[in-house]
């Protein structure tokens, strides 16, 4: 059974660099480096994850964890959280762009809309979303997006910028968001938070999603998955969201890992 966790914060383990909450989590779990990681997750069957960047030091450093490892892969991005800091500075913005000329980055994000959090103005995250819509149409690669209470706004700049193809990264939203989001031929990320859900609504969510349109990933250090909620997430925890999924959703999980990471390769052209 081969899986694919398309959505992880890796880079910056064992490390004093990267963008500081990951960083920090890291922290506790100890000594442990970012191969350590790797090898865990493929003794789990994980094959392929990428490295997501939420500002542009971390997107480098995810860039430079990637690029000498074997199906290791890197996605740029300006997290809304980040936008405020970025949204003026141009030497910064251009450092950024041509991040996104080296072949082992696959894809612009993570970056979107948080109006849960309001780190940065709702004015400075729509631009930077724009900056970052903008690059991904150039260089052709798909988006990892973070849409956190802010779809009303969301929708009108995404569909904006025809073409793009992409996936709504943690999705937690309603079934009317998520069947938006299919029509428009968007993939759904689905992570850990799938298995302590409690809300029939959400859980009737993630039943309805097609399964050409699914995902599986991690967002490792953060949403460790049930049974071990309290400790730090890593790649490996995938199986245990694809196996929750499966049984809430009624298909086998050798299928359910199949097809996602089917999905997860057409969409990310690996």
Request: hydrophobic residues 40%; glycine residues 6%; aromatic residues 8%.
């Amino acid at each position: 059974m081969e899986l694919f966790d398309t959505h992880c914060h890796i880079q910056s383990a064992g490390l004093s660099e990267g963008e500081r909450s990951t960083r920090d989590m890291w922290a506790k779990a100890g000594n442990t480096s970012v191969d350590e990681i790797i090898d865990r997750a493929r003794e789990a069957g994980v094959a392929r994850m990428i490295c997501v960047g939420c500002d542009v030091d971390d997107s480098q450093l995810a860039l430079e964890t990637a690029k000498d490892r074997e199906n290791l892969y890197a996605s740029i991005g300006i997290h809304p959280h980040e936008a405020q800091r970025y949204v003026s500075d141009e030497a910064e913005k251009t450092r950024f762009s041509q991040l996104a000329e080296h072949e082992k980055v696959i894809a612009v994000g993570e970056c979107g809309l948080d109006y849960f959090y309001t780190h940065s103005s709702k004015e400075a995250q729509v631009e930077i979303l724009k900056f970052q819509l903008e690059l991904g149409q150039k260089h052709d690669l798909p988006m990892i997006f973070h849409v956190r209470e802010a779809f009303d706004d969301f929708w009108p700049i995404f569909e904006q910028f025809s073409g793009v193809r992409g996936v709504l990264h943690s999705f937690t939203d309603s079934i009317d968001n998520m069947q938006r989001a299919v029509a428009q031929g968007l993939y759904i990320g689905v992570n850990g938070i799938a298995t302590f859900a409690k809300s029939e609504s959400q859980l009737a969510m993630y039943k309805a999603i097609p399964l050409e349109n699914l995902v599986l990933e991690t967002d490792a250090p953060f949403l460790t998955p049930v049974p071990f909620r309290g400790t730090i997430c890593e790649p490996k925890h995938i199986a245990l969201t694809a196996q929750f999924l499966a049984d809430l959703r009624g298909e086998s999980v050798e299928e359910l890992a199949r097809t996602t990471t089917q999905n997860a390769r057409k969409l990310f052209n690996v």
